[in-house]
């Protein structure tokens, strides 16, 4: 069973880097150039909603799973 939530957990811990890594960033309207792009791509914002709360729940499942495992293996 421990074997099972360590592959889990890492799973999780794949799926969650690769939320990250795909939002965009906050600062991509700022500075010289470039803030046009965002103001024709009205669909990004609703993608980067939808990212955000995958990433949220993924962080919230990877914390409580891997605490769960530290327990597990405490005794």
Do not use: N
């Amino acid at each position: 069973m421990l074997t099972v939530l360590m592959v889990l957990d890492a799973i999780i811990g794949l799926m969650l880097i690769g939320s990250v890594v795909m939002q965009t960033p906050k600062s991509a309207g700022m500075g010289m150039g470039g803030g046009s792009d965002t103001v024709f791509s009205s669909s990004a914002r609703g993608m980067d909603a939808l990212l955000a709360r995958v990433t949220v729940v993924l962080a919230v499942l990877f914390g409580v799973l891997t605490l769960f495992i530290a327990k597990l293996t405490s005794f």
